[in-house]
């Protein structure tokens, strides 16, 4: 093995030269909210998926598209900073969220950001992403680091909880301090290509939002089709969702390169048609930094660098982080990292 | 959020080429050869200009050294048996696996394709093609036995592909019991005289495979070599076209495969962006060095604005640069005379007009580069739409339904592939046959496996590389007659009446219909006794271009059901049935035959028919093992209207033998009858009349046959030409044949005994009468 030198000077500029994350966030354009427009079915059933082909785009991206050194530690933390850290599970208590918005605070050791050139605090998750009844502990953990709280809501993972009850759940959550709204569509509107149907609740769950941010989960692992996930996703953002995410990390098949390339292809053509840019959240089953880097290239190359901010890319992901601090700590020791050398959740 | 840079490292190349002390040799007969004086020429990387290493230029000696040592290995190699065979090329195929990443980078470094391609598209087609290989020398003894090795095959490839060309070329010639002197294109040798020392190394016998190298000369003393029984070449239309004429008659098996301009077909319904997806894989794979590029962008009218806004926004996300960075999407151009190339055609042909966007990417300040460019508005009668441009550009234009795609998809010289975009089944499926080419995809592009078959129709040239029907080309049937034909003169007699009979004079048959020759003239046919028993008309070059617009009407006999054209053969056999005591008289009448062996004559071209009717709804095609989920089918279609004189012996069963397979088939024919024996085919007439044959598909003009068959050779709208005829017309039946390198079936002056089932009939005459078109359908929700 050979051994890397301890990155000197001329690695932090190189690493500052790439746009740090944090200070990215300021230069951005702010976002218009995306309010939506009229169901246009004819624009919804014109919509295809060709699903060999998109999966041959995908099987060639990784061989197209090769980050190295600074260029991947730069990417890695960028990932840090687009990741909602996730907990949804029946046994979470408040003591167990606690840590991880104290992950969500303090996702890489600070030694390891000092050596990239970061401020400790200077790097922080995306979102902290919890069940309802989880709320307010992560609100009153992340008090002061500006850190949003995102619930899954809408009878979250199924989805077919009363509808009464599943719009009440939104205000809920709302009222309890969460700033993000991961809502799951009714999948067999889907299924049933009942696109009225969708359009309404996903319109109704927009409402019942407010200023909270929509984050509308397709479940894509049980929409049978690429092109109804392709439709689905249309016409989520014709009722006004902030995000279109893959997954609840609940399905038996997560987020794959396929479905996201179905997905972000529609995010591209509602953004040309409408001027609103739609987020995209591929969510479970991405653990390795180099599937992190993988879907990065792939949001750059689709839609472009404006979507690699975490206002229109999140990671729904829980084990991520911890391969993704192993591999900054190999950039900036040249030496391969240990799991136990970095905090747990 | 920048990509940046990820080379591969150079070193492990540049020390091997260090190795040789940057001057490489030859690899003849098993060993480096450097002849002792010596001229060499640089190969140099295309991306930074650097040169790479020193090649030596073989002169007529080196050739025939190499040509001598194959001829030397050859029965031994073929001897050795598929099994031994088998296990080189297994040999070979794990060794380029083990080499795999030295290959991939040397490749990218002399050629200039992204290394991205090297690595993971040509090393694993390589690879595939040896392991393939392997197991058809495996097989073949069982499977084709009556099948044996052409002999010594030539083999001259391209710069575009270096490593898979090569691999194109030897895999099947060695599996089939062939040895080779192959020469790589002067830009790209490298690769090549790896795999020489890769042949060393699994302990290939020596001659077996011999390199030699250098430019175009050397190639022209290849295929010219009298040691040398097969040519297969892969490069541009006119040098295959000047290859055709130069061995023209020399009895050397011909494989050719050609430029290309092949058309990339979206329809509305079409999943655009992938569509678009598909376009970075078609005409910027390999820069567009790619003779199967899908170069020519037809979209649909309707969706044509989105698709163009769609594909300039993909266009400016490719990114060009140094071939060795992982994450370039086009690497450099070959050469600064392609670049140059390029260069000229895109601005003179844009004289004519047309709209440019260009990839907004940045591209090296040095080296050989051009960036992506679409070119929209250009229609069919541009040049820029007309010429292949062999570089990262693509031309575009629109149409309005179905039909109106595949004339322009048609509307070129070229044949080679093709790509239609849509996601109606019904629409993909109707498109794939009548598109003229030898490889369709269906909402894909260059998908390429040695399990499928790869070649092209018109002027992308003939012959298949791949599959069951590539190993056709390096393989010759064991029992044909190596006898001399022995030549037939008309008889000469008296122009008196032999009978008082009603005088009946034969016209020409063209379009169903009894025609006077376009000249007026007839001649008489004599008896074996010297009488006068008829006249019949005297074909000219005129006549022959009226049956071939004839026979080009009945182009929907291809496309009728086998099991109609079966039937219509079974008819006119029984027609003919009804008749063999007549058509036996006549047979005795004008050769002098013994009537015994003229009913037999008879009786077995009426079985002949029976055959063919028979294999009609029989010489299927298959669906090919290709590693994707989807099906590759390997369709036979017709080859569409052939020429076809028919041998002067046997004049009925002659004729029959070669008519029926090809009407089987589902081909438009027109025909040329035995020169002295003529009236055994006018006789025909009326069993064709009323055996419900459309007309149009079967055309015959009596005719001399040296006055004839250039004629017939040069003529544009034919697909094929064959030649059975006894005058010494093969050669300049080949030379006239380039043109539009139209196929050739001729029999070299050699006899073929049609009595005899193994020569007279068989799948070797439905090979001739059929194209293989692979259509690859990948498929999934």
């Known amino acids: 093995m050979k051994t890397q030198p301890l990155p000197e000077v001329k690695n932090h500029r190189r690493i500052q030269h790439c746009r740090l994350p944090n200070k990215v966030k300021d230069q951005t354009d702010k976002l218009l909210r995306n309010s939506g427009i009229k169901l246009d079915l004819d624009w919804v059933t014109s919509v295809q998926a060709n699903t060999s082909a998109?999966?041959?785009?995908?099987?060639?991206?990784?061989?197209?598209?090769?980050?190295?050194?600074?260029?991947?530690?730069?990417?890695?933390?960028?990932?840090?900073?687009?990741?909602?850290?996730?907990?949804?599970?029946?046994?979470?208590?408040?003591?167990?969220?606690?840590?991880?918005?104290?992950k969500g605070r303090i996702p890489v050791r600070a030694d390891i950001l000092q050596k990239l050139g970061f401020q400790p605090g200077s790097i922080t998750t995306a979102a902290i992403c919890v069940y309802h009844e989880m709320v307010r502990a992560a609100v009153r953990s992340l008090e002061g680091s500006g850190i949003p709280v995102a619930a899954v809501s809408t009878g979250f993972p199924a989805g077919l909880s009363p509808y009464s009850l599943r719009l009440s759940e939104i205000g809920e959550s709302v009222k309890a301090g969460a700033d993000e709204i991961d809502v799951v569509i009714s999948r067999r509107h889907v299924l049933s290509q009942n696109w009225n149907a969708l359009y309404d609740e996903m319109k109704a769950f927009r409402e019942a939002c407010g200023d909270a941010h929509l984050k509308a989960i397709l479940a894509t692992g049980e929409l049978g089709t690429l092109r109804n996930v392709a439709?689905?996703?249309?016409?989520?953002?014709?009722?006004?969702?902030?995000?279109?995410?893959?997954?609840?990390?609940?399905?038996?098949?997560?987020?794959?390169?396929?479905?996201?390339?179905?997905?972000?292809?529609?995010?591209?053509?509602?953004?040309?048609?409408?001027?609103?840019?739609?987020?995209?959240?591929?969510?479970?089953?991405?653990?390795?930094?180099?599937?992190?880097?993988?879907?990065?290239?792939?949001?750059?190359?689709?839609?472009?660098?404006?979507?690699?901010?975490?206002?229109?890319?999140?990671?729904?992901?829980?084990?991520?982080?911890?391969?993704?601090?192993?591999?900054?700590?190999?950039?900036?020791?040249?030496?391969?990292?240990?799991?136990?050398?970095?905090?747990?959740? | 959020m920048d990509f940046g840079k990820s080379p591969e490292s150079p070193e492990q190349a540049l020390a091997w080429i260090d190795k040789h002390g940057g001057k490489m040799s030859m690899y003849v007969n098993g060993k480096p050869h450097q002849p002792?004086?010596?001229?060499?020429?640089?190969?140099?990387?295309?991306?930074?200009?650097?040169?790479?290493?020193?090649?030596?230029?073989?002169?007529?000696?080196?050739?025939?050294?190499?040509?001598?040592?194959?001829?030397?290995?050859?029965?031994?190699?073929?001897?050795?048996?598929?099994?031994?065979?088998?296990?080189?090329?297994?040999?070979?195929?794990?060794?380029?696996?083990?080499?795999?990443?030295?290959?991939?980078?040397?490749?990218?470094?002399?050629?200039?394709?992204?290394?991205?391609?090297?690595?993971?598209?040509?090393?694993?087609?390589?690879?595939?093609?040896?392991?393939?290989?392997?197991?058809?020398?495996?097989?073949?003894?069982?499977?084709?036995?009556?099948?044996?090795?052409?002999?010594?095959?030539?083999?001259?490839?391209?710069?575009?592909?270096?490593?898979?060309?090569?691999?194109?070329?030897?895999?099947?010639?060695?599996?089939?019991?062939?040895?080779?002197?192959?020469?790589?294109?002067?830009?790209?040798?490298?690769?090549?005289?790896?795999f020489g020392e890769i042949c060393s190394e699994a302990g290939l016998p020596k001659g077996v495979v011999n390199l030699i190298t250098g430019d175009g000369r050397v190639g022209e003393m290849l295929v010219k070599h009298e040691g040398i029984d097969k040519v297969a070449f892969t490069g541009s239309t006119s040098v295959g076209r000047k290859i055709r004429k130069a061995i023209a008659g020399q009895k050397k098996e011909l494989t050719l495969e050609l430029g290309g301009k092949s058309p990339y077909l979206v329809f509305d319904d079409a999943d655009l962006d992938s569509a678009v997806e598909g376009l970075v894989d078609a005409i910027w794979f390999n820069q567009g060095q790619v003779c199967c590029a899908g170069s020519r962008l037809f979209v649909q009218e309707g969706v044509a604005d989105v698709f163009h806004k769609k594909l300039k926004a993909r266009m400016d996300k490719l990114r060009v640069g140094d071939p060795l960075d992982k994450s370039v999407d086009l690497g450099a151009i070959v050469d600064p005379k392609q670049l140059d190339s390029i260069t000229q055609l895109v601005q003179v042909g844009l004289e004519e007009g047309g709209e440019v966007h260009v990839g907004s990417g940045e591209l090296p300040d040095s080296g050989c580069f051009y960036p992506p460019t679409l070119l929209t508005e250009i229609d069919p009668a541009c040049r820029l739409m007309?010429?292949?441009?062999?570089?990262?550009?693509?031309?575009?234009?629109?149409?309005?339904?179905?039909?109106?795609?595949?004339?322009?998809?048609?509307?070129?010289?070229?044949?080679?592939?093709?790509?239609?975009?849509?996601?109606?089944?019904?629409?993909?499926?109707?498109?794939?046959?009548?598109?003229?080419?030898?490889?369709?995809?269906?909402?894909?592009?260059?998908?390429?496996?040695?399990?499928?078959?790869?070649?092209?129709?018109?002027?992308?040239?003939?012959?298949?590389?791949?599959?069951?029907?590539?190993?056709?080309?390096?393989?010759?049937?064991?029992?044909?007659?190596?006898?001399?034909?022995?030549?037939?003169?008309?008889?000469?007699?008296?122009?008196?009446?032999?009978?008082?009979?009603?005088?009946?004079?034969?016209?020409?048959?063209?379009?169903?219909?009894?025609?006077?020759?376009?000249?007026?003239?007839?001649?008489?046919?004599?008896?074996?006794?010297?009488?006068?028993?008829?006249?019949?008309?005297?074909?000219?070059?005129?006549?022959?271009?009226?049956?071939?617009?004839?026979?080009?009407?009945?182009?929907?006999?291809?496309?009728?059901?086998?099991?109609?054209?079966?039937?219509?053969?079974?008819?006119?056999?029984?027609?003919?049935?009804?008749?063999?005591?007549?058509?036996?008289?006549?047979?005795?009448?004008?050769?002098?035959?013994?009537?015994?062996?003229?009913?037999?004559?008879?009786?077995?071209?009426?079985?002949?028919?029976?055959?063919?009717?028979?294999?009609?709804?029989?010489?299927?095609?298959?669906?090919?093992?290709?590693?994707?989920?989807g099906v590759a089918l390997a369709m036979n279609e017709p080859v569409g209207t052939i020429g076809i004189i028919c041998p002067d012996e046997n004049p009925l069963l002659g004729l029959v033998s070669l008519i029926a397979p090809a009407l089987a088939m589902g081909n438009a024919l027109v025909a040329i009858p035995s020169e002295p024996f003529p009236l055994s085919a006018t006789d025909l007439y009326q069993v064709f009349e009323t055996s419900d044959l459309p007309k149009g598909v079967f055309n015959l003009i009596t005719a001399k046959h040296s006055e004839i068959a250039e004629t017939l050779a040069g003529h544009m709208e034919l697909d094929a030409v064959w030649y059975f005829g006894s005058s010494k017309q093969s050669a300049s039946i080949e030379k006239a044949s380039a043109t539009n390198l139209k196929r050739t079936w001729v029999n070299h002056g050699l006899c073929r005994n049609w009595k005899e089932a193994k020569q007279g009939e068989g799948k070797e005459f439905l090979r001739q009468a059929t194209e293989v078109k692979n259509i690859w359908i990948p498929y999934g929700e």
């Open chain 1, 54 to 102: 998109i999966e041959r785009r995908c099987k060639t991206l990784p061989g197209r598209r090769s980050i190295k050194k600074a260029n991947q530690a730069a990417w890695l933390l960028k990932s840090v900073s687009c990741i909602d850290l996730t907990t949804l599970s029946g046994d979470d208590t408040e003591n167990r969220v606690r840590r991880l918005c104290r």
């Open chain 1, 231 to 345: 439709r689905a996703s249309l016409i989520c953002m014709m009722a006004g969702a902030d995000f279109i995410k893959t997954s609840t990390g609940k399905e038996s098949v997560n987020a794959t390169l396929s479905v996201s390339l179905a997905m972000i292809r529609q995010i591209r053509d509602y953004f040309e048609r409408t001027g609103f840019k739609v987020g995209y959240k591929p969510a479970g089953g991405i653990s390795k930094a180099k599937d992190a880097l993988t879907y990065l290239s792939l949001i750059k190359e689709e839609l472009g660098n404006r979507w690699l901010q975490p206002d229109l890319f999140r990671f729904g992901a829980s084990s991520l982080l911890g391969d993704i601090e192993r591999q900054l700590e190999h950039f900036v020791t040249g030496h391969y990292s240990a799991s136990y050398r970095h905090a747990i959740a």
């Open chain 2, 36 to 194: 002792s004086e010596c001229e060499f020429f640089e190969s140099r990387n295309p991306a930074n200009g650097q040169l790479l290493a020193q090649i030596p230029q073989a002169t007529e000696v080196e050739v025939d050294f190499a040509v001598q040592a194959a001829r030397k290995a050859q029965p031994k190699w073929e001897n050795l048996g598929g099994t031994e065979r088998a296990k080189y090329l297994y040999a070979l195929a794990r060794l380029i696996q083990k080499h795999s990443k030295l290959f991939a980078v040397l490749e990218s470094m002399d050629n200039g394709k992204p290394i991205r391609e090297s690595r993971d598209i040509d090393l694993p087609l390589v690879i595939r093609h040896f392991y393939y290989h392997a197991g058809s020398a495996q097989l073949m003894e069982k499977e084709m036995p009556d099948h044996q090795a052409v002999g010594v095959a030539g083999q001259i490839i391209p710069w575009n592909f270096p490593l898979l060309m090569l691999a194109w070329k030897i895999a099947p010639a060695l599996a089939m019991g062939n040895t080779l002197v192959l020469k790589p294109a002067e830009y790209t040798s490298l690769t090549a005289l790896l």
């Open chain 2, 386 to 629: 007309q010429e292949e441009i062999f570089g990262p550009v693509l031309v575009g234009s629109t149409f309005r339904t179905p039909d109106e795609a595949v004339a322009l998809a048609n509307n070129t010289r070229y044949g080679l592939a093709a790509s239609i975009w849509t996601e109606n089944i019904n629409l993909a499926l109707d498109l794939a046959p009548k598109i003229v080419c030898g490889v369709v995809w269906i909402n894909s592009t260059n998908q390429f496996d040695a399990s499928v078959e790869f070649g092209g129709r018109r002027e992308s040239g003939f012959g298949r590389e791949g599959g069951w029907e590539g190993l056709q080309a390096y393989t010759r049937l064991r029992h044909l007659s190596k006898d001399c034909l022995q030549v037939l003169e008309s008889k000469t007699g008296i122009l008196k009446p032999a009978t008082s009979e009603i005088d009946r004079t034969s016209k020409l048959f063209i379009g169903g219909k009894q025609t006077r020759p376009d000249n007026g003239y007839s001649y008489p046919v004599f008896s074996a006794e010297g009488k006068k028993i008829g006249l019949v008309g005297h074909g000219n070059r005129k006549d022959v271009r009226n049956a071939v617009e004839a026979a080009n009407t009945a182009k929907s006999w291809g496309k009728s059901t086998a099991h109609l054209r079966a039937q219509i053969l079974y008819y006119l056999a029984e027609n003919l049935a009804v008749r063999t005591e007549e058509f036996a008289k006549r047979i005795v009448s004008m050769t002098g035959e013994n009537s015994l062996s003229a009913i037999q004559e008879v009786e077995l071209s009426i079985r002949r028919i029976f055959t063919y009717a028979a294999w009609a709804d029989k010489f299927d095609g298959g669906i090919r093992g290709a590693p994707i989920r």
